[in-house]
């Protein structure tokens, strides 16, 4: 069959074109979201160097030990100042060395007294708070340490006099020949600076991969006191539930109502007239509606809840419109069969049209989601405390220069850009057939 | 409105069955229809017309209504310059957006109908652009456009088109805008188009093909009068969709620089909340309604011809 087939002249060209033109698209289409994935685990100094930088570095990962047998405090604060002033003041000034984390271990007769650990997550989230200048000395910290505490900047595990003895002696000699770039940086940071009154016996540098991945841990530090333990991620949890409240609404109610319009509503004049009555509200622009609309919902006393943006979006004249597309196609004896054998409206709207609904339930969710995941005018204007933002809300912010409580990363913004798009992403991969299945019957083809 | 249901509910079918169906159908629809009615009065049709109510008065927010100025805001906005250089870009802005993105979808399905292998994943492979939401494509470009360390720049200076503020240029910040929807109008709107390209009756093609119309001309000749009408339709929807753009447009440029990008959905957006002037974002927001619900009358008008 194959062989005997007539290549009609012109046929070649048009498929290699097709080809070329389609994965030509793709590759454009695609590309910003590459940019936007490999920017998000890049080092802020890649991003901010004029000549962009295509490989993410792995980030350095510190390993500090520090001596305190000669010291007689037993003080756990005391333990945990020097620990602070032992990352934070050292990293503030090695700030352009692509550093990932700083592990302190407090050493004392050998065992190990304490541990602290500062990700490259947590340091630049505070940088501003808690190193915004290169003044290093102990009553800066002693004013610094309960910030850090309170927002969680940084980990702290107390061993105590009687710690654990470390199996493998860290306390190698301190052979400055032999050390990496980085970890001499840190001795001679201290070398300057008499502010550790331990003494620092050895430091490693290795690389962690993990690290490169601390934009998005950051996103859990970021906005914690505004929003919470979630972080920036509280945003996207806003997201998700005013995104579903308005699916199950739409999908309950809406349905309900459209089933209502073409199957039970037998007078054609009254059908009509509802008909246009919810499909006439397709021509009212969101824009139109926005100061009434923050009118009402200020006199309903809603303003600044999730409620002020779910809301709005239950009166959607287009998803009437498509599922009675879809309804309009059942057949009526169907529905008939059922009511004679006895079952009242619900049932059969539950047990005979619901599973032969399936792609137009799933189109619906799809339609509406979009529109709803992605809004961010409305959300802008109807929430003021940041508990209540949309991630769309909380993204804008993040590039907001005019508030000076921290400096725009282009990596915290790609990162939650990426996250962003984790759902759609999903909902597509996961519904593509449906989706496919439903255009060719709802009549949004015309 | 539903109340009257009952009365026509059934036709005399037979005394028991007809008796049965009565007493359901009254209640049934009612409560069916009943919530979506409810938000549909309260969230569409009490708003557009409160819209025009505030829009009659010097509107204040604090104390409701404030002072009656009949058209008087309409008339005001009317005069002004801004509100016609705001009208200029939208127009402008929307232009754009035809030349740079409108027919991309169209194309792309129309290769993509010509694509027998692997057709299933070049289809997934275009839906992955558009799951990018709006705002993080807007902070995106605005990033990739900066003239310092933006990599679309970059890109530009290793072909020899040294850095350009392409954000901060009046003339071309329109452009710059509308520029990354060529990148993402994947999506939702390739299958649309698809899926009519693929309702056309295949006897078509056959009888094209013997009467000597080559692959290329059946392309242009019997597939694109085909789905005519689809792009029709989907042209008034991205009408309306361009002529409101806010977001991207708020978050690259809020409008600068010089009012080079302002438009009217971003004017509404100004005048009350940085303006305070609600009745007057009012009488712009009841403007647009109007102008809208012609292009969405002109769309139903159409779908009624097919």
């Known amino acids: 069959m194959k062989a005997s087939r007539i290549v009609e002249k012109g046929e070649k060209g048009l498929n290699v074109t097709s080809y070329m033109v389609t994965v030509l698209f793709i590759v454009f289409g695609t590309l910003p979201l590459v940019w936007l994935l490999l920017t998000s685990v890049m080092d802020n100094v890649s991003i901010d160097s004029p000549t962009p930088q295509f490989i993410p570095k792995v980030p350095h990962s510190l390993t500090v030990t520090i001596d305190y047998s000669d010291v007689g405090e037993t003080d756990v604060e005391y333990y945990k100042k020097e620990a602070m002033e032992a990352i934070w003041f050292p990293w503030a000034a090695l700030i352009n060395d692509n550093v990932g984390e700083i592990i302190i271990n407090g050493m004392k007769d050998g065992k190990r007294l304490f541990a602290a650990k500062t990700t490259s997550a947590q340091f630049y989230v505070g940088q501003l708070a808690i190193v915004p200048a290169r003044v290093v000395n102990d009553r800066l910290m002693a004013l610094k340490l309960p ?3 309170s927002r969680n900047l940084s980990d702290f595990t107390w061993y105590g006099p009687d710690g654990e003895p470390i199996d493998e002696p860290i306390n ?3 052979t400055s020949a032999g050390e990496h770039e980085l970890a001499k940086a840190y001795r001679d940071f ?9 003494a620092i016996t050895a430091v490693k540098q290795t690389r962690n991969p993990l690290r490169l991945f601390d934009s998005y841990a950051s996103l859990q530090h970021l906005a914690f006191e505004q929003a919470g333990p979630l972080g920036f991620y509280r945003y996207f949890l806003n997201s998700v539930i005013i995104t579903l409240t308005v699916i199950a609404w739409q999908l309950v109610f809406a349905a309900l109502a459209s089933y209502a319009l073409s199957q039970l509503i037998e007078s054609r004049r009254l059908k009509f007239v509802l008909l246009m009555f919810f499909l006439a509200t397709i021509m009212i622009p969101g824009v139109s509606i926005l100061i009434p609309q923050y009118v009402l919902i200020k006199d309903l006393h809603l303003s600044d809840t999730l409620w002020a943006i779910i809301l709005p ?22 529905l008939q069969a059922a009511r004679i054998d006895g079952a009242s409206e619900f049932r059969t709207f539950l047990q005979i049209v619901l599973p032969m609904s399936v792609p ?9 989601f979009i529109p709803v995941w992605n809004e961010f005018m409305w959300p802008y204007i109807v929430t003021n405390s940041p508990k209540n933002w949309t991630f769309t809300v909380a993204m804008n912010d993040l590039q907001d220069t005019t508030s000076r409580i921290r400096i725009v990363r282009q990596n915290w913004i790609s990162a939650s850009g990426v996250v962003s798009m984790i759902p759609l992403l999903v909902l597509f991969i996961a519904t593509q057939r449906y989706v496919e ?10 | 409105m539903s109340t009257g249901t009952g009365r026509h509910g059934a036709a005399p079918r037979g005394g028991n069955l007809q008796i049965r169906k009565r007493s359901r159908i009254r209640w049934t629809p009612i409560l069916f229809l009943l919530p979506s009615v409810i938000v549909f009065i309260v969230f569409k049709y009490y708003l557009i017309y409160s819209a025009f109510h505030i829009s009659l008065f010097n509107y204040n927010i604090v104390h409701p209504p404030g002072r009656f100025v009949g058209l008087g805001n309409y008339l005001v906005f009317l005069k002004s310059s801004t509100f016609w250089v705001a009208m200029k870009n939208t127009m402008i802005m929307f232009l754009l957006s035809v030349a740079v993105t409108f027919w991309v979808p169209i194309v792309q399905a129309l290769f993509l109908s010509q694509i027998r292998r ?7 492979m275009y839906q992955i652009p558009a799951v990018l939401p709006v705002v993080a494509g807007a902070l995106l470009w605005k990033w990739m456009y900066n003239p310092d360390r933006g990599l679309f720049n970059y890109l530009l200076g290793k072909v020899g088109l040294g850095p350009y503020g392409w954000l901060n240029d009046p003339a071309m910040t329109k452009f710059a805008i509308v520029l990354p929807g060529f990148f993402a109008s994947g999506g939702i709107g390739v299958l649309l188009y698809y899926a009519a390209i693929r309702s056309i009756p295949a006897e078509l093609f056959e009888s094209a093909k013997i009467d000597g119309c080559g692959p290329w001309k059946r392309l242009f000749f019997i597939v694109m009068p085909h789905i005519r009408f689809v792009i029709l339709i989907q042209f008034v929807s991205f009408m309306s969709g361009a002529l409101l753009a806010f977001d991207n447009i708020y978050i690259m440029t809020q409008g600068g620089p010089a009012d080079a990008s302002l438009v009217v959905s971003l004017l509404i957006q100004r005048s009350a909340f940085e303006q305070a002037n609600f009745g007057m974002s009012a009488a712009l927001s009841f403007f647009m309604f109007v102008v809208i619900a012609i292009l969405t009358t002109i769309q139903f008008k159409l779908e009624k011809e097919q």
């Open chain 1, 147 to 149: 910030i850090i505490e």
């Open chain 1, 172 to 174: 190698e000699p301190a």
């Open chain 2, 118 to 124: 692997a057709n299933a994943f070049f289809r997934v």
């Open chain 1, 190 to 198: 201290f070398a300057e600076h008499d502010v550790l009154d331990g």
């Open chain 1, 437 to 446: 299945k439903g255009i060719n019957f709802t009549g949004i083809k015309g």
């Open chain 1, 360 to 368: 137009v339930f799933t189109i619906v969710a799809v339609m509406t």
């Open chain 1, 313 to 334: 979006h239950f009166a959607w004249g287009f998803v009437i419109y498509l599922f009675k597309g879809f309804f309009d196609q059942i057949p009526g004896e169907l």
